[in-house]
């Protein structure tokens, strides 16, 4: 029986469970360890601290 992998959806990589789900509002995406590290690294907010995603209304320092 072959080893259990799923492809990465950002990397395009075959990796090793488990997997991240990644949900912005109705489009689900495989993400590996790596790549859901580094997504996590660039979603947040350095202003608030809280997750941003595609599609999520974002202000800057008080502009927007």
């Known amino acids: 029986m072959p080893p259990l992998t799923f492809t990465c959806t950002l990397c395009w990589r075959p990796s090793p469970p488990p997997s991240h789900i990644i949900s912005p509002r109705g489009s689900a995406r495989l993400a590996c ?27 800057v320092s008080g502009v927007g």
Request: proline share 4%.
């Open 33 to 59: 360890a790596p790549c859901y590290a580094a997504l996590l690294d660039l979603a947040v907010c350095w202003v608030c601290g809280e997750l941003v995603v595609r599609g999520d209304d974002l202000r």
